[in-house]
């Protein structure tokens, strides 16, 4: 498969580098990977990856020098992705383990899922496995242009690692959720040039694929 577009996946030492280098030059991505400020800052499309605690990886972030440069390259209106974790950090702060203030170029914080279900049952925690996705309940059609798009009309099954899950203040943010328990959960959030995934697409067979094909297409800034 011919590359249809440069991806750069950012290394801050908190995230599984393999499974999404993989998944992205499966899909046929020319990719990059470096732990390099200056160079994410410059990328023609970035991917900001994570598993861990929220406040391990905001910690590294600004360790390395990254926070800046994700900020910078937000700023540009080129594609940003985050993933899981680097999903969380792109928000205002999270409550794992403490109060952890995040990148804050999404509104919205990072709260704990709940540990009971809708009829008062106990939920295991973390959500581990598969998990169907939906558009949000007032925009049905939110798919349209986005991540998501070769997903339009059908409610794909994606794969999640999670015990938190961000909260955006403006709803309108929401891209996809997720039920657990009866409880309608943030899976995914777009808002300008920033889309974010809680679930993992690099492990999610062919529709995580296809979303990843969909980000190798898209442009944006300058």
């Avoid at 959500?127 to 949000?136: C, N």
Wanted: hydrophobic share 45%; proline share 6%.
């Amino acid at each position: 498969m011919s590359a249809q577009g440069k991806v750069t996946l950012l290394d801050y030492g908190m995230c599984n580098m393999l499974n999404v280098a993989r998944a992205f030059q499966h899909v046929g991505a020319e990719l990059t990977m470096t732990a390099d400020p200056r160079e994410a800052a410059a990328a023609e499309r970035l991917v900001v990856p994570g598993v861990g605690a929220f406040g391990d990886s905001i910690a590294e972030l600004r360790r390395r020098g990254h926070d800046e440069a994700i900020r910078a390259f937000a700023e540009t209106g080129r594609p940003l992705l985050g993933i899981c974790v680097g999903m969380q950090v792109l928000f205002e702060g999270s409550d794992e383990f403490g109060h952890h203030a995040g990148l804050g170029l999404l509104g919205g914080w990072v709260k704990p899922v709940p540990d009971r279900d809708d009829s008062g049952g106990s939920l295991l925690l973390p959500h581990i496995g598969w998990s169907h996705l939906l558009p949000p309940a007032d925009r049905p059609d939110a798919w349209g242009d986005s991540l998501l798009a070769p997903m339009e009309g059908q409610n794909p099954a994606v794969y999640f690692v999670h015990s938190f899950a961000a909260v955006p203040a403006d709803p309108a943010i929401r891209l996809a959720d997720c039920v657990y328990g009866g409880h309608r959960l943030s899976a995914a959030v777009r808002w300008q040039n920033i889309t974010a995934t809680q679930f993992h697409p690099e492990r999610s067979g062919e529709a995580g694929l296809a979303m990843l094909a969909q980000f190798i297409a898209t442009t944006g800034g300058s």
